[in-house]
């Protein structure tokens, strides 16, 4: 079996994830539904890590960005895998603790982190922090202070570099509200007002260049353009940076207008950054800072898959066919939101050749509300179970309930079982936090 063969075409002619038929997960779990192959997403943490043990000595490590897909479950494989995490707000910070989570290997996130999150996680240990700004600098110093701690810091700097997808610009000056930018000497400000914080410990730097991203080349130069950051404050000040953290952003296969990259094609990526740094160190005799990556969608993305139940078909007569699932924008927002463009099958019937191009429909008031556009499917029929691709990066983690309608439960197939990761909501969920004010109570006469 291919090391990637998280989906399969079984003898029936239905659809597979992690070795076990999606009718019947739809069947049992009912839909709409996420499902995760908890191998795969264990096997694209392993590479990463292998990769800097076996390129970089093990000086470094994985954080998974938990922004990506966040709940308890995903914590404790991070855990197993020996891996970090990045939270970027209380939320997730209080998850991955509840979860178990070392608070050590935790680095916190956020251009406006709240008063509360940075309480949270000093109060529990939380490893790093990256700082984003001046006003949270001087009350993270504070907030120390009054706990008698010396909190590890890194400075989020914008080094120039924005990639996304298949494109990327290299920029003196950047309109990010993320990051102090290298170029017009924000950054090296900001290390200077952090070397009189008495309760920070400027360990070193976090860049995160952009998402979807296919091309090694701008990790390439972004690496290149920290190292160039970090020898000049050695010479201009003798800071030695510590760490030093690339973000993360690596691309994944939504679509085949998407490379389908192999996991040979990951551990590239990363040893592209990994050489930059090995060679710049040394001709410029810097020391090897430890190495943090920060990879998200790529974890995740393609472990994940959407299973839905087609209800209503309309034919819109030369126009245009629309299959409208049991989902919609508040469990698959990325379509409203981007336009994303998504592949989809026929879970029941994987094996049927494509007839015709339909756009999948969710079951929201707004006229946006689609799943995927122009997808190439055989004749759909009510009942039928479709299965989307890729879902497993940025859609549990960013639904609604828009319309009031339920944020479908996550189920995890792995070691020949499929169980609830996340369970499905009730009606009384739905309902839970409204209150009703006294003068708003019905007065029964
Ligand atoms: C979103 C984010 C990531 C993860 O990006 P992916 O594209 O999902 O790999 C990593 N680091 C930071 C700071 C981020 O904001």
Redesign the pocket.
Known sequence: MNERDTLKINAKGTLEIGGMDTVEIAKKFSTPVYVYDEQHIRNMMRLYKDTINEYYGGNGLV?Y?S??FSCKAIYRIAQQENIGI?A?SGGELYTAINAGFNPSKICL?GNNKLKHELELALDNGVGII?VDSHSEVDLLDQLASSRGIKQDVLI?VNPGIEAHTHAFVQTARTDSK?GFSIHDGTAEKMVLHLMNKRNLNLKGF?C?I????FEKEPFVLATEKMIAFIADLKTKYGFETNTLNM?????IWYTDEDSKLSFDDYREYLRSIIDVINNKTEKLHLKKPYLLI??????V?EAGITLYTVGAIKDIEGIKKYVAVDGGMFESPRYALYQSKYTAILANRANEPCTEKVTIAGKCCESGDIIAADVALPLAKSGDIIAVFSTG??HYSMASNYNRNFIPPVVLVGNGTAEYIVKPQSYEDIVRNDAVPERLKWKQN
């Open positions: 954080l960005a922004k990506a990045d970027v996130h990256v989020r993320f976090h995160h952009g998402s979807q991203i973000g993360g952003g690596f691309g920060e990879p998200g969608r790529s974890i993305g990066a940025y």
